[in-house]
């Protein structure tokens, strides 16, 4: 499939190639939000930093979990816990499908030999009041990237627009290293002293965590976490200005967390299967009103004002 | 737009042609005229007696001097008039002007800023090519928007052919971009892809699956396309042919490929958007991995849910339906498969089924919407019922109505026949109706979240379609005071301090409410048919109009009627015997509906005029009886004649009180005869 001179060999290698190409188009290589979030997209990196007018350019790993997609294990595509890659620049470059095609290449997917589809797509996160238009990437009939332009974040329009790139690691690292079922593929080099498969480092886990979403959790405890998560956000947010130092602080990061948090214990309330249709919707409100006044709080910072240099053109 | 644009500056062409691809749209227009039409305007000013001021008004709104102006006669005396001349300005201007207006106001449904400017497009706007071709050359058209100015050049196919180059004119254009391996026109990228979609499926001694909606959209997806076909796995050939067919298009965007001697979908064809070495090996290959994760998926879900079937019955299956909400102030799913279940009984009898059958059908048509194949698939529905329904033993009608009830879905989706079936159809969308009417949640003007107009239509269209005969009015007041009977038992919290009575005092109003709504869709159906809606409400306003199918016979019998010679002049002759009576009775303040007596008749049209009520009468009543609404209508047509006849030669309101009284009772017994068999005066016109 691909040139075996160039070829990745193992699913950290592919990461590491990813970040290497973005380290060296420009991107500050972050680390993973140490959060539960269900995306990339969630992590303060990209969700607070595509508000406001200052440049930004970062690139990122993110463990994302999905408790109602848990198979314990044995299904060969679906995990509930697996990695995103993200890639967020601000404002969008005009050679950011290039760019993205030359991510391919450097992971080994050859243009010249593979089917690669922009396919129309809108994006809309409800829980975080935002939505995007851009495409899904697909490769061989299989989707291996979502490609968005936010349009919206947080119910604030963004100027200027953010592109943001998010990867699905392990069903495109699968694809590249020509393997069926995601247990079976190499984490570290096949050939170093202690192999590792995804499967020695995440099939008992699966296992305990889908055991513990769909059967376990104290959905009572759940409960109660949320709306505590809910009314800290909003403490937090209203806390009096200055501080006792005399310091304006307005703590929009720590809100942002329990903003995180609600939306996490949302998801787990889902996979315990006791939230009706009806409550769906409001719920997901109730997360979006702290992602909300999260991006208010946000751009009234210094983080995310305006430079004081006027932007070049892009 | 862009040649309304045009022809409004002064430009006319020949013609325009309009082509797209997934990365460019094009516009070709041909025969512009070189400059726009010099214009001359005469504009009339203000009198030369006028004050100063409303020439320098004049002079100010014409952009003209005073000296340009010409002094003409007028029938009141001399006016100031300004000749104003437009030259004509050449096209390239124009057409920049007319596309920068176009490009920054065009209609997208969805359109979206990037990078840091705020211009709007579908996706990210990168380059602009126009120029403006004639005898003398191509020039390019000083068109500038925001920071793309247009140029000359353009791309060929993003990974085949990327590098940039400048044309000359349209045809240039067209014939370097399929060079550039990009087809212009999506119609002929259609066309080659059912083409050779066509060929490689015969090649395998298949046939490709039409699918209109799908080509269109694959089309949309590449420039250069290259169909590549491939075999599904025998291994997932038990899966029945449209969870095959549902995967492969909703999923990989794939084309089904069946044998035609069995049916079976057996092969897919997808369309790529490049030539490759390796002749599309790795694509297809890649596509075939991809193709066998779904379908392994699937037949994992089909494996289960048969298991569960076997084991447990439909009616297994179907217990987690308890847990799921129908509406929160109407209980779960379950709870409304245990009406629907009493209701498809209760109906049987009507549409010739066997009530044990039918709800044994009820009981299990919603069991399949807990498997895991609707679970992904929520397209599915009723299909994936009837085959679970099959491998759990059922049958004689039970499995194709797991599958039917549901129908019709649309106007013009068709309407099931199988009694089984009709049973549970009906049932079902009468149980929704009656369920939100009794919890008063109607659909409005803008709004109707839960289908209520579609359901109405598929009862109406099951009932006229297969001859139904129910009285819908007994029918929805025993279901929704049923329903407020539970509800009130189950819910009493809800009603506060309200008694049972009071509560179930609304099914009644609510049940005629409903009624009401169902005449308003059928006149929308029979309307689309040919029957005026008025026609109707003259059928609405006689007994039995619950009964849909005899009103519609009635109807139809009475459209057909008014459409004849005697049935218009009848209508006349009734309604100018209705007025005259109707102001008689007005003005006298009594009915005449005493009785005419023929010994009264002082002429030979009085006589004949009683003769032929008492012949239309003993022709209505048995006609009536057998619902021959056909030969009733003979009846009163028969009347016409005379009516008119009547009407030339004698003068209701005799000076004789008691002649004219009789003609009054006379002019009641025709309303009274024309009233049995269709209120005439609804009819408009």
Same mark, same amino acid.
């Given at each position: 499939m691909t040139d075996t001179a160039t070829a990745p060999r193992s699913f950290q290698e592919i990461i590491l190639r990813l970040m290497t190409y973005w380290g060296a188009r420009g991107c500050a290589v972050l680390q993973p939000y140490d959060m539960e979030v269900g995306?990339?997209?969630?992590?303060p990196a990209t969700t607070l930093r595509s508000l406001g007018t200052r440049p930004w350019a970062a690139a990122y790993v993110q463990p994302s979990?999905? *408790?109602? !997609?848990?198979?314990y294990g044995e299904n060969p595509n679906r995990l509930q816990h697996y990695y995103q890659y993200q890639v967020l620049i601000k404002?969008? *470059?005009? !050679?950011l499908q290039d760019l993205y095609l030359g991510s391919l290449a450097a992971i080994g997917i050859d243009t010249a030999l593979h089917d690669i589809r922009f396919v129309e797509d809108d994006w809309e996160s409800p829980t975080l009041g935002a939505w995007g238009l851009g495409w899904e990437v697909w490769c061989d009939g299989m989707e291996v990237s979502q490609f968005t332009y936010f349009q919206q974040v947080g119910g604030h329009d963004c100027h200027p627009v953010s592109g943001e790139l998010t990867y699905g690691l392990e069903r495109l690292a699968m694809y590249v290293l020509g393997v069926?079922?995601?247990?079976?593929?190499?984490?570290?080099?096949?050939?170093?002293?202690i192999p590792l498969t995804y499967g020695d480092i995440f099939r008992q886990t699966e296992q305990e965590y889908s055991r513990w979403n769909f059967d376990q959790a104290d959905t009572d405890m759940l409960l109660r976490h949320f709306a505590d998560a809910e009314a800290e956000c909003a403490r937090i947010l209203a806390?009096?200005?200055?501080?006792?130092?005399?310091r304006h602080i307005i703590m929009a990061h720590p809100a942002y967390d329990q903003c995180i948090k609600a939306s996490h214990l949302f998801n787990l309330l889902d996979a315990r299967g006791v939230i009706s249709v009806t409550e769906r919707q409001a719920y997901i409100g109730r997360v979006r009103t702290l992602a909300r006044a999260c991006a208010d709080a946000f751009v009234t910072t210094q983080a995310g004002a305006d430079r004081c240099e006027s932007l070049t053109d892009a | 737009m862009v040649t309304d644009g045009l022809v409004e500056a002064g430009l006319t062409y020949a013609g325009a042609a309009a082509f797209s691809t997934p990365r460019r749209l094009a516009l070709a227009i041909e025969g512009l005229t070189a400059t726009s039409r010099a214009v001359r305007e005469e504009r009339k000013g203000p009198?030369?007696?006028?004050?100063?001021t409303a020439l320098q008004g004049f002079l100010r709104s014409t952009?003209?001097?005073?000296?340009q102006l010409e002094l003409r006669d007028d029938k009141k005396g001399q006016v100031w008039f300004a000749v104003i001349e437009k030259p004509g300005r050449p096209a390239a201007a124009i057409v920049a002007e007319v596309l920068e207006a176009v490009i920054r106001g065009f209609p997208w449904p969805k359109s979206m800023r990037w990078g840091a400017g705020t211009l709007r497009w579908v996706r990210p706007l990168h380059s602009i090519l126009c120029v403006l071709t004639d005898e003398h050359g191509a020039q390019v058209v000083p068109l500038t928007v925001d920071h793309l100015t247009a140029g000359a050049t353009t791309r060929g196919h993003r990974f085949m052919a990327p590098a940039p180059f400048a044309v000359t004119g349209f045809d240039d254009y067209a014939a370097r971009l399929e060079r550039g391996f990009?087809?212009?026109d999506a119609a002929a990228r259609e066309a080659a892809i059912w083409h050779d979609a066509t060929t490689q499926a015969f090649a395998r001694g298949l046939e490709v699956v039409p699918d209109a909606g799908l080509l269109a959209e694959v089309a949309g997806l590449v420039e250069w396309p290259v169909v590549l076909a491939g075999l599904i796995?025998?291994?997932?050939?038990?899966?029945p042919p449209e969870v095959l067919q549902t995967s492969m298009r909703s999923h990989q965007k794939f084309f089904s490929l069946r044998?035609?001697?069995?049916?079976?979908?057996?092969g897919f064809a997808t369309v790529a958007n490049r030539e490759t070495v390796d002749h599309g090996a790795t694509i297809l290959a890649g596509n075939n991995k991809v193709l066998s994760a779904r379908l392994s998926d699937a037949r994992f879900f089909w494996e289960n849910d048969l298991r569960t079937v076997k084991a447990q019955g439909m009616e297994g299956m179907a217990v987690g339906l308890a847990l799921v909400t129908f509406h929160n102030k109407l209980g779960s799913q379950a709870e409304r498969v245990l009406r629907v279940e009493a209701l498809a009984r209760e109906i049987a009898p009507l549409v010739g089924a066997a009530p044990d059958l039918a709800a044994e059908a009820a009981r299990i048509c919603?069991?399949?919407?807990?498997?895991a194949m609707v679970g992904e698939f929520p397209e599915l529905q009723g299909l994936m019922g009837r085959y679970y329904a099959a491998a759990a033993s059922h049958n004689d009608g039970v499995p194709q109505a797991c599958e039917m009830?549901?129908?019709?879905?649309?106007?013009t989706d068709a309407v099931p026949s199988d009694p089984v079936s009709v049973a549970v159809a009906m049932a079902d969308k009468i149980d929704t109706l009656t369920g939100f009417w009794a919890i008063d949640e109607k659909p409005t003007g803008s709004k109707d979240p839960f289908a209520l107009r579609r359901a109405a239509l598929g009862v109406i269209r099951l009932v006229l379609g297969n001859g139904v005969r129910c009285n819908l009015d007994a029918l929805f007041g025993a279901r929704i005071r049923w329903i407020l009977d539970y509800l009130y038992n189950w819910q009493s919290a809800q009603f506060g301090d309200v008694e049972r009575d009071d509560v179930l005092a609304k099914a009644a109003p609510a049940s005629s409410d409903l009624l009401a709504f169902f005449h308003d869709r059928l006149k929308v159906y029979l309307r689309d048919q040919g029957i005026r809606h008025d026609v109707i409400d003259a059928c609405l306003a006689?007994?039995?109009?619950?009964d849909l199918t005899l009103l519609v016979k009635r109807a139809e019998a009475l459209a057909a009627f008014l459409k004849t010679d005697d049935g218009e002049n009848l209508t006349q002759g009734f309604r100018r015997a209705n007025n005259i009576l109707t102001q008689a009775e007005q003005k006298d303040?009594?009915?005449?509906?005493?009785g005419a007596d023929p010994?009264?008749?002082?002429?030979a049209e009085e006589r004949a005029l009683f003769k032929a009520l008492d012949k239309a009468e003993a022709a209505i009543a048995p006609a009536m009886k057998t619902e021959d609404f056909a030969a009733a209508m003979a009846a009163i047509a028969a009347l016409r004649a005379p009516i008119d006849a009547f009407f030339t030669a004698v003068?209701?309101?005799?000076?004789?009180a008691v002649i004219r009284r009789n003609r009054l009772n006379l002019l009641h017994r025709i309303r009274a005869t024309c009233a049995q068999v269709a209120d005439l005066n609804r009819i408009e016109g």
């Open positions: 995306a990339g997209t969630f992590h979990r999905r *408790p109602t !997609d848990g198979r404002p969008s *470059p005009p !050679d069926d079922h995601v247990m079976d593929m190499p984490f570290n080099d096949p050939s170093a002293r806390a009096p200005q200055p501080d006792k130092a005399g | 009198a030369a007696s006028a004050p100063d952009g003209l001097a005073r000296e990009v087809v212009l796995d025998p291994a997932f050939l038990e899966l044998n035609p001697k069995t049916g079976r979908i057996e919603k069991a399949d919407l807990q498997s009830h549901y129908k019709p879905l649309g106007p006689m007994p039995g109009n619950d303040g009594v009915e005449y509906s005493y010994k009264f008749a002082e002429t003068q209701v309101n005799s000076d004789n």
